[in-house]
C-alpha cells in the first residue's frame, strides 16, 4: 500500500507540522509513504514543487494570480484577504510519480497556490481513495476558512461577509458552484476533533462523506516536563516568582488566536501584577502589539525548533489558547505534555483535550469574564499533581505511534485489506 500525503508546506504552521508528523510516524512503521509540498526543505521521500527557478514561479503565480483576484473582488482592498481562499489556480500533481502511484492520496492544507479546485476534482475523480483532513473549515465552506458562525456553508455560500460588496451572486456563491458536489466519489474525511466533525456533517460540500476523528499527534519524547524551568526563565530574564503565560501562534496576531480577548482578561485578572505574558510567534504588520499587553511581557520571536518550544511550554504556568475556534489546539496539546495547564474557550477542539479543571480550564465561548475567571482558578490551583495529570492526558492518546495506526487501519480499510 502506497501512500501520497499532500500539503502547502512541509513546516512552518499547525497543518505543515501535523502532516510532517505524520509522514514521519508513517515511515517509522515501514509505510511506503510520500510526502508532497509546494515550499519545504526535501528530504528522502519529500516531493518539494518549487525546486527549480521555473517550478517555483509557477507556484507563486498561482498564489499572487488567487490574491490579486480577491484583491480586485474586494475593492483592492486587503481586508480579509488571507481569510478566503478560492483555489481558482494551482500546480499539477496528479501527474506526478508519487501521485500515480499511491493506493491513498491524503489531502491536508492545499491552498495558497498548491491545488486548484480543478486538480482536486481531478484527483477524486482518479479513481483512487482520497482522505482529507481539515485543518480549518474550508472544505466545508466556499471560500472563508472560518466561517465566524454564518451558516450558510449548510445549504449554499452567497452574501460573504468576507466580501466587499455580498450579495447572492458574489464570489462565494461562484466558488462554492465549482465546489458543489466535489467530494461526491466516495472521498473520506478526517477530523481532528468532534467540533469539526460536527462542520463537516453539517456542510452541504462534505456532509455526504465518511468521517473518523483521528487527532494531530504530540511527540512526548520532544514535548515532555523533564525541562528545567528555572533555566529557562533565567534565559528571558524572568525571576521564579512570576506567574508565566505563555502564548504562541504562527502569526501571533492573527484575529482567530483571540489576542485581543486574552489582553482583556489579563486586565480583569486580579493576579495581573505578578504575571508575565511570554509570547513566541510571528507579529505581523502591527507595531503596537506589544504595547496593547497589560502586564509584563518578554517576546520571545518565532521559534521553530521543537525543542526550543517545548522547553518554553515547560518554563511557564498556564498556556493561553482563547482562539475563536481551532480544529484541534496544538499549542494547547503541546503544552499540556509538558505539564503546562491551558487556558481556552470551549468552541473548538479544545474540548477534546482539555478536561475542564483538570488539566486545564474551558471558558464559556466568548465570556471574557470567564476567561479571566479561568486564568484566576489556575493561579490559584498551580500544583504538581495537575502538571503531571496534563502531561499523562497527552501521552496514551496523542502519541505519534497511536494516531499513526489509526490512519492506517482508515487506509487498509479504504483499500479493502
Not at 145 to 152: L, N
Not at 252 to 259: A, E, T, V, W, Y
Not at 301 to 311: F, L, P, T, V
Not at 382 to 408: C, K, T
Request: charged share 25%.
Amino acid at each position: 500500500m502506497k501512500i501520497a500525503i499532500i500539503n502547502t508546506k512541509q513546516g512552518g504552521g499547525g497543518a505543515a507540522i501535523a502532516a510532517a508528523r505524520l509522514f514521519a510516524a508513517l515511515r517509522d512503521k515501514g509505510v511506503d509513504v510520500h510526502f508532497v509540498v509546494a515550499e519545504g526543505k526535501g528530504g528522502e521521500g519529500v516531493t518539494v514543487l518549487s525546486d527549480s527557478f521555473w517550478r517555483r514561479l509557477r507556484y507563486k503565480s498561482a498564489f499572487l494570480l488567487e490574491r490579486i483576484g480577491i484583491w480586485r473582488c474586494n475593492k483592492l482592498s486587503r481586508r480579509g484577504l488571507f481569510e478566503v481562499s478560492t483555489a481558482r489556480y494551482g500546480l499539477r500533481i496528479s501527474n506526478l510519480k508519487a501521485v500515480r502511484e499511491a493506493d491513498i492520496i491524503h489531502l491536508h492544507w492545499v491552498n495558497q497556490g498548491l491545488l486548484s479546485v480543478k486538480e482536486i476534482r481531478r484527483l477524486v475523480a482518479s479513481g483512487k481513495r482520497i482522505v482529507v483532513t481539515p485543518h480549518d473549515m474550508w472544505y466545508c465552506t466556499a471560500i472563508c476558512h472560518h466561517s465566524y458562525g454564518c451558516m450558510r456553508f449548510t445549504e449554499m455560500c452567497r452574501d460573504c461577509r468576507f466580501l466587499a460588496s455580498p450579495s447572492a451572486n458574489d464570489l462565494a456563491s461562484r466558488v462554492w458552484k465549482r465546489k458543489e458536489g466535489m467530494f461526491d466519489n466516495g472521498v473520506c474525511m478526517v477530523a481532528l476533533s468532534e467540533w469539526i466533525k460536527e462542520r463537516i456533517s453539517a456542510s452541504a460540500i462534505t456532509g455526504g462523506c465518511k468521517c473518523r476523528v483521528i487527532p494531530n499527534s504530540i511527540d512526548c519524547g520532544i514535548y515532555h516536563p523533564g525541562y528545567d524551568r528555572t533555566l529557562v526563565r533565567e534565559k528571558f530574564g524572568i525571576s521564579p516568582d512570576r506567574i508565566v503565560v505563555i502564548f504562541g501562534a504562527a502569526k501571533l496576531n492573527d484575529p482567530i488566536k483571540g489576542s485581543g480577548m486574552l489582553f482583556e482578561a489579563i486586565e480583569r485578572c486580579k493576579y495581573r501584577d505578578g504575571m508575565t505574558l511570554l509570547l513566541f510567534g510571528n507579529i505581523k504588520d502591527d507595531d503596537d502589539f506589544l504595547r496593547r499587553i497589560p502586564c509584563s511581557c518578554v517576546y520571545a520571536g518565532s521559534i521553530y525548533d521543537e525543542g526550543e518550544r517545548a522547553a518554553l511550554y515547560a518554563a511557564a504556568d498556564i498556556a493561553a489558547a482563547p482562539s475563536h475556534y481551532e480544529t484541534f489546539g496544538q499549542v494547547i496539546a503541546e503544552a499540556a505534555a509538558c505539564g503546562t495547564p491551558a487556558l481556552a474557550f470551549d468552541n473548538g477542539g479544545q474540548s477534546d483535550i482539555i478536561e475542564h479543571k483538570r488539566n486545564g480550564y474551558l471558558a464559556v465561548y466568548p465570556d471574557i469574564d470567564d476567561l479571566a475567571r479561568g486564568l484566576e482558578w489556575l493561579v490559584e490551583n498551580r500544583s504538581e499533581e495537575m502538571r503531571r495529570y496534563a502531561s499523562e492526558s497527552i501521552a496514551g492518546r496523542f502519541s505519534p505511534e497511536s494516531v499513526a495506526e489509526r490512519h492506517l487501519d482508515l487506509y487498509r480499510e479504504l483499500v479493502g485489506q
